[in-house]
């Protein structure tokens, strides 16, 4: 960064937890993404959701054609794991490029997760061949049981369900999603190198009490919920604290804004428009920000064994004005930090 223009240059960052949705919305969306990031870690829960290598391939191809000219992505996509999910069907998928890592949703634990695994036990076989193959596991960490505390289910989940897979399964590769808590970090940073995690840009930002701010808040609402401060703060460390086992991962989840401000409002917070823009505020705020490439660009990468990317981005110093909401084809939705104006801009 040079101190006479207030400009940062790093390369070109990948987003390794990104829901793109479907037809109008995703073509709405995925810009967003494609100016900032040149790969993105593409959600599997669509409905209905993508299980198989053909489904895969069909879905990569849907998103290419959204494309606009002139824009660089590569989606990678993944496979949504279900009870029934057959091992070598997922294995070939692995080794021909449709899939690059599968799913583990709960089920029942967030947005499209009801065909979701039921019972960690039930895929067993699945997880074996995942280890035997180097297949990287990105698990949504949350039990869903009623009698567990909602601002708790995350740590239960990393007692009941991660310690013993991981050993039962000592090789697999698992990448702990969108983690809220210091019990999640505490854990990655305890595991081998063969676990790591993604952060969220919300997860770095707010704690509970912006769900309460003047009433309730749904464009706060996210799952896994956001949490005590002392958990933020941990948060906050783990990402801006350079080690290699924390990486980028916004979970933008986009949701038309009747959606979300209905009755029973949809988790999901869309953050796409300015995700760059708002790693970059926290790095500043931190006073880390030579720290915020390899957070963006280096860590994600070589835990998947891919290839850093050739390219640049540069944020500049200047305001940045979020906007109250942006339109998706017919839909409105409301990005993240909307009506604030951020320090960070792409330039």
């Not at 829901?19 to 810009?31: E, N, T, Y």
């Not at 280096?298 to 942006?326: S, W």
């Amino acid at each position: 960064m040079t101190a006479e223009t207030m400009r940062l240059t790093i390369r070109r960052p990948d987003d390794w937890h990104l829901h793109l949705r479907d037809g109008a919305m995703m073509a709405g969306v995925l810009p967003y993404t494609a100016r900032q990031f040149a790969r993105a870690i593409v959600m599997p829960n669509l409905a209905p959701p993508v299980t198989t290598p053909d489904a895969a391939d069909a879905y990569r191809q849907r998103i290419l054609d959204a494309l606009p000219e002139g824009m660089d992505f590569t989606p990678l996509m993944t496979c949504y794991l279900t009870d029934e999910t057959v091992p070598g069907q997922l294995a070939d998928g692995f080794q021909r490029g449709s899939f690059v890592a599968a799913k583990l949703y709960p089920a029942g634990a967030t947005t499209n997760s009801a065909h979701g695994v039921t019972d960690i036990a039930n895929i067993r076989a699945v997880l074996a061949e995942m280890e035997k193959q180097g297949m990287v596991l990105c698990v949504h960490g949350e039990v869903t049981r009623a009698d567990v505390d909602v601002f708790d289910r995350e740590a239960v989940f990393i007692e009941d369900v991660l310690i013993p897979t991981l050993a039962d399964f000592p090789g697999l590769k698992v990448v702990f999603e969108h983690i809220t808590t210091k019990d999640a970090v505490d854990f990655v940073l305890a595991a081998g190198d063969n676990v790591a995690a993604t952060i969220t840009p919300q997860h770095l930002m707010l704690n509970r009490n912006a769900l309460f701010e003047g009433g309730l808040r749904p464009h706060a609402y996210c799952l896994p919920v956001v949490k005590r401060e002392e958990h933020r703060r941990a948060v906050r460390r783990a990402a801006t604290g350079g080690s290699p086992k924390f990486f980028l991962g916004t979970d933008s989840a986009p949701h038309a804004r009747h959606a979300k401000e209905s009755s029973c409002g949809c988790a999901g917070i869309f953050n796409a428009p300015f995700a760059l823009e708002t790693y970059a505020t926290v790095f500043e705020e931190e006073g880390v920000l030579d720290r915020l490439e390899a957070f963006a660009s280096v860590h994600g990468p070589a835990f998947y064994d891919l290839p850093l990317n050739e390219g640049t981005v540069t944020l500049e110093k200047a305001p940045a004005m979020v906007p109250d909401a942006v339109q998706a084809g017919e839909e409105t939705l409301v990005p993240f930090c909307a009506g604030m104006t951020l320090g960070w801009r792409l330039a």
